[in-house]
Each structure stands twice: as C-alpha cells, then as structure tokens.
C-alpha cells in the first residue's frame, strides 16, 4: 500500500469492509507503515461521505480504529479527515440510519477522538451548531 488511493478505493473499501483481512489491517495493523494509515483515513473519510445504511457505519468504525494511530504524528489528518465525520454524525446524518447500533458507532468515534484529542476536541466542538455540541456533550457525559 501507500501512495494515493483514490483509484483503487472501492477495492480498499470492499476488502476492508467485507472480508476477514480487515481484522488484519484495521483489527492488529502494526503491519501497515505509518504512511498506509493516514492514506486509509482519508479514503475511508472520502467513502463515507457517499454511504448510507451499514455501510456508512461500517466505515466510521474502521475511522475509529485508526484515529488513535494517525493522531499521535499527524493531528491535522484526524482534525481534518475524521472530525468532519463525526461532526456529519452528531448533525444527524448516521443518526437516520435505522440501526440498532447507530448511537454505539458514533460514541465509539466520539470516545476516539476524545482520548487522543483531550479537550481539543471541546473547542473544535465549539465551532460546530448548537445541536452537534448538545449531541457530542450528550454522548460524551460533559
């Protein structure tokens, strides 16, 4: 892996998503170099914006997973790739999805995000509508 993976995201995001080798990509991925995590992030960042149903939750899952491994080096790509994905969560766009598991999903991000991000994530949070903060204080206890 590595590189752009805009032209073969479909295959990254079918593999990923529907086959056991996501357990050793996203699931134990001390394998894939530091530069093949960031580029999943942005893919799965850029598919999710075109999902809905499962899908759409099956991807901020595997965000979720890499958040605390992209953060660390690089915090822009998770300020810019996946906190716009729980902002679009918290706004109600995976809130529709008809899942049991909807609200599970997006603390799981909310929770990412906020253990590697610490109170920076309040004051991006502050930036956002009225109904997204209510909805991030709400998930996360504040």
């Not at 530069?35 to 999943?40: P, R, S």
């Not at 992030?41 to 914006?49: G, L, N, R, T, V």
């Not at 716009?84 to 995000?113: E, I, M, Q, Y």
Request: glycine letters at 8%.
């Amino acid at each position: 892996m590595g590189g752009d993976l805009r032209g073969v995201g479909t295959v990254v995001l079918t593999d990923c998503l529907h086959s056991p080798p996501f357990v050793a990509l996203c699931g134990d991925s001390d394998h894939l170099v530091y530069g093949d995590k960031v580029e999943l992030i942005k893919e799965f960042s850029y598919q999710w914006s075109k999902l809905s149903g499962q899908a759409l939750l099956d991807v901020m899952e595997r965000i979720t997973v890499l958040v605390g491994w992209v953060y660390p080096r690089s915090p822009e790509v998770v300020q810019h790739y996946a906190l716009p994905v729980l902002w679009s969560s918290l706004g109600n766009k995976a809130l529709a999805v008809r899942s049991a598991n909807v609200r599970t999903v997006v603390t799981k991000l909310a929770s990412a995000l906020y253990k590697v991000m610490g109170t920076k994530l309040k004051k991006h949070a502050a930036s956002q509508p009225p109904h997204v903060q209510e909805n991030l204080s709400s998930i996360l206890g504040w």
